[in-house]
C-alpha cells in the first residue's frame, strides 16, 4: 500500500510552521480558510471551494491588500492544502466508521 | 501565470534546467515544472514527496488506474490544465485512449471493472462534494475494493486536489496536445520525483 502520511504531514508542518515570507498566522488562516480580511479571503475561498473561479483580478486585488507575490504565492499553496487535507481527512474517518461496522 | 516570480523568478542553475528541458523536449516547459521548481524547499520537494508515492508507490491500484483518478479528480474541478495532462499520461499508462475518454465522458458505462468504477464514484464525490459518507465507503468495500485500495485512491485525491487547485489559482498556460504527451511520456518513465 502507498503510504502518504509521513510525507503528507511534512508537506503540512513545511507550509505552515517553515520559514516563509507570509506571517504563520496568514499561513494557517488560508489553509483553515478562516479569519482573513478581504480582498485576500475572496481570493482563498475561491482557491478552497472552486478554484477554477479565480480570476486576475482576485490577484491584483491580493497585490493591493500590500501582499508581495511571495507572500501570494505562500497562502495560495496553503490554501489548496488545506482544502484537500479537510476532504482526505474526513474521506479516511468515514471510511474508519465503514470498516468498524463491517 | 498570475505571478511572474512562478514564470521567471527561478534561481540561475534551475533556468539553465529549463533551458536544456526545452532543447531535449522541443516542448514549452510545462507551468507545472516552474511551480514545484519555484522556491522548491517551500511546496515543489515536499509535494512531490507525497504525489511521488501516491502516484509510483507500491499499490494494488495500476499506474494507468491511478492516472485515471488524477485525471476524474481534475475534471472534477473543472480543471483543464490538469485533465488534459493525467488524461495523456492515463492514455500512455494503459496504451488505450478509449477507455480513458469513456470513462471521463460517462463513468456509468465506460468498459471498467467494477471495484474501478466504485472507486472512481467515491473519488468524484469526494472532489465534487468535499466529503463522502460512512455508506459511500461501505459500497466502495462491497464492490470488492479493499481498504488499502481506498487508502491509496485517497491518496491520490489528497495529491490532485491540491495540484488542480494550484493549477487554475495560479492560471497555468494550457500548451498544446504534443506537450502534454511529452509530458506523459516523462511521468511514465520517470515518475514524480
Known amino acids: 500500500m502507498a503510504d502518504i502520511r509521513q510525507a503528507r504531514k511534512a ?13 504563520h498566522t496568514q499561513r494557517r488562516a488560508a489553509f483553515d480558510n478562516a479569519g482573513l480580511a478581504e480582498p485576500v479571503s475572496t481570493l482563498i475561498q475561491k482557491v478552497a471551494m472552486h478554484a477554477y473561479k479565480v480570476t486576475d483580478e482576485d490577484f491584483a486585488a491580493a497585490r493591493t491588500s500590500g501582499l508581495s507575490e511571495d507572500q501570494i504565492f505562500e497562502i495560495v499553496v496553503c490554501a489548496a492544502i488545506g482544502q484537500a487535507t479537510r476532504q482526505y481527512e474526513q474521506a479516511l474517518a468515514s471510511l474508519e466508521a465503514a470498516t468498524r461496522r463491517n | 501565470m498570475r505571478l511572474a516570480i512562478l514564470d521567471s523568478g527561478h534561481g ?8 536544456l528541458i526545452h532543447a531535449v523536449s522541443r516542448q514549452p516547459v510545462l507551468d507545472v515544472i516552474k511551480l514545484v521548481k519555484y522556491r522548491a524547499d517551500f511546496y515543489g520537494r515536499p509535494m512531490q514527496g507525497v504525489t511521488q508515492e501516491a502516484m509510483r508507490g507500491p499499490s494494488a491500484w495500476s499506474v494507468g488506474d491511478r492516472e485515471l483518478m488524477a485525471a476524474l479528480v481534475a475534471k472534477t474541478n473543472a480543471c483543464e490544465w490538469c485533465t488534459k495532462a493525467h488524461t495523456a499520461t492515463a492514455e500512455g499508462a494503459y496504451r488505450n485512449e478509449a477507455k480513458v475518454s469513456a470513462v471521463l465522458f460517462d463513468l456509468e458505462t465506460a468498459p471498467i471493472d467494477e471495484p474501478l468504477r466504485a472507486m472512481l464514484r467515491a473519488v468524484r464525490k469526494l472532489t465534487r462534494e468535499h466529503g463522502v459518507s460512512t455508506d459511500d465507503m461501505r459500497a466502495v468495500l462491497e464492490a470488492g475494493v479493499s481498504r488499502e485500495q481506498i487508502e491509496d485512491a485517497l491518496a491520490v485525491c489528497f495529491a490532485f486536489n491540491t495540484v488542480a487547485r494550484l493549477a487554475d489559482a495560479f492560471g497555468f498556460y494550457a500548451p498544446g496536445r504534443k506537450a502534454f504527451q511529452a509530458g506523459a511520456k516523462y511521468l511514465l518513465a520517470r515518475g514524480y520525483r
Open chain 2, 12 to 19: 540561475l542553475g534551475t533556468k539553465a534546467l529549463f533551458a
Open chain 1, 11 to 23: 508537506l503540512v508542518v513545511r507550509v505552515l510552521e517553515g520559514d516563509g515570507r507570509a506571517s
